[in-house]
């Protein structure tokens, strides 16, 4: 059914008194099952930037890890790491045009420290600023690849035993940008004392100032009481003012009780929420996944408990867009529990949750995926837009069935979690016609209010070895939708 049709409805049963229920995913509605998985095309979807993907890079080394984010002007960036010893920017403007060459050079410069470090981690950031048009990308150095870089660690950064630098997790470092990709600071330390850095996530808020989380690795510090018997990861915020500049000192998410890591954040209404795994099981207590919600300046309003011990389920990831809600994801083996229907029991599955900004459950859970015939499904992520349409992204192993290769899978959701897409393959199949390949990995999704995009690497660009980047940007089909509970 036609949605503007759908919207219509809704809103005469509003007035007139009835309920209006279109097909939907959420357990309790009607389940659309459905193992044939249609392309992005098929389900109705326009290519910004044309019929395959969009090659952003191509060299000898390993490029991967990357992190995405669409801008203001319709821009879709993507920043990654490329193993050789660098990390770089690029994406497709709003018509689909190449941002910047496709990079080819293994032995580049990278664009946050101003050299080739020779050594690279695999945490990056990638994050828009919905205020200004700008973005921030971060990424983590081991300490001694910064010689003549542009980047220094501060001197503030030193744990309780005196170690400064760290060569294992390495050392976080984030660098604004515009919306041509020009660089409008220097690089600067995402930490003020912390070092270690893995397992982090940022997002703007809605006054311009932004959240950068991280998870330290490896390190002891005075306030932790139970190191190293309770584990050695603990999680500290650090906010910024639009500037780059330091809003407040960092400081650490809980009491450091056990150990804290798998962070994510994400911007609300009105301040944002941290979610993290809070693992209590090395001192005698749960391993249990946390949030937090903050007021724009840091200051701590409810804490709240995600995991669903009932039908032991823990979030995989988590997003917010700026607005009053925000989303999980969970991909795991169909409980029999939660009201799926019988033949899902014990599949792998893709479901989401809703959740409102004072961290209460909006409805139940969202099955996201939409097969029957045991595939696998992995690396579940999600994105929220500011009207709160969300998209969800998987690796599968049973969409296509010409190359018998993992597919990038995705989902479109309008604000009230019922489906704007069925499920669909990211790509075109084979993934490049020139190649005949496929087999793509570590897929990242993004969304805004107009915006739809998907950024993986692929082992099957034209002329490309190892993995190389790769991009598929459309127009956002629930962009018009916003909560269903106004009509």
């Known amino acids: 059914m036609n949605r503007s049709i759908q919207q219509f409805l809704a809103i005469v ?13 959420p357990i309790g509605s009607t389940i659309d099952l459905n193992s044939d998985t249609p392309t992005y095309a098929d389900v109705g979807l326009q290519s910004i930037a044309g019929l395959e993907p ?12 990357p992190k995405i984010a669409i801008l203001n002007n319709g821009s879709t960036v993507v920043f990654w790491v490329n193993l050789n010893g660098s990390h770089h920017v690029s994406g497709v403007d709003s018509q689909g045009a190449l941002l910047a060459p496709v990079v080819e050079d293994e032995n580049a410069v990278d664009v ?12 990056t950031l990638c994050k828009s600023d919905p205020s ?38 390495g050392h976080g470092f984030f660098r604004l940008f515009n919306e041509s990709l020009d660089p409008i600071t220097d690089p600067l330390s995402v930490s003020q004392f912390s070092a270690g850095h893995r397992e982090w996530d940022a997002c703007w808020l809605n006054d311009g100032k932004f959240v950068i989380g991280v998870v330290n690795r490896g390190h002891r510090y005075e306030d932790d009481p139970d190191w190293p018997d309770g584990g050695d990861h603990t999680a500290t915020l650090n906010i910024f003012n639009p500037d780059g500049s330091r809003f407040m000192d960092e400081f650490f998410v809980d009491d450091l009780t056990g150990e804290q890591k798998n962070l994510w954040l ?19 207590g749960s391993d249990l996944y946390k949030g937090v919600i903050f007021d724009n300046n840091g200051a701590k309003l409810k804490e ?46 893709v479901l989401a949750q809703l959740w409102s900004d004072q961290g209460e459950r909006i409805g139940p859970y969202i099955l996201v995926s939409q097969h029957d015939d045991f595939r696998n499904a992995s690396r579940a992520r999600c994105a929220m837009a500011r009207n709160g349409s969300f998209i969800c992204s998987w690796i599968d192993d049973g969409a ?12 479109i959701f309008h604000a009230d979690g019922t489906p704007s897409t069925d499920a669909f393959v990211a790509h075109p199949i084979p993934e490049f016609e020139e190649t005949s390949g496929g087999d793509p990995s570590e897929s990242m999704p993004a969304i805004s209010n107009d915006r739809a995009a998907v950024a993986w690497a692929t082992r099957a660009a034209p002329g490309g070895q190892f993995r190389d980047i790769a991009l598929m940007a459309y127009n956002n089909p629930a962009t018009h939708v916003q909560l269903w509970e106004l009509y």
């Open 13 to 25: 049963s509003f007035f007139i008194g009835f309920s209006y229920e279109a097909a939907a995913q």
């Open 54 to 65: 969009a090659i952003l890079a191509r060299t000898g080394a390993d490029d991967r890890e």
């Open 112 to 123: 946050l420290v101003g050299v080739n470090t020779g050594a690279s981690t695999n945490w």
């Open 132 to 169: 200004s048009g700008n973005f921030l990308a971060a990424a983590t150095y081991p300490a001694d690849s910064l010689d003549g870089a542009e980047a220094r660690i501060p001197e503030s950064v030193i744990d309780a035993d005196g170690v400064v630098q760290d060569n294992s997790q």
């Open 266 to 284: 994400g911007a609300l209404a009105h301040g944002f929420v941290c979610v993290y795994e809070d693992d209590d099981s090395l001192v005698g």
């Open 304 to 349: 709240f408990v995600l995991t669903d011990e009932e039908n032991a389920i823990q979030p995989g990831w988590m997003a917010a867009g700026g607005g009053g809600r925000f989303v999980t994801v969970h991909a795991l083996s169909a409980p029999d529990t939660i009201g799926l229907p019988v033949e899902l029991n014990g599949m792998p599955v």
């Open 400 to 411: 296509d069935i010409v190359q018998f290769t993992d597919s990038v899978i995705a989902r």
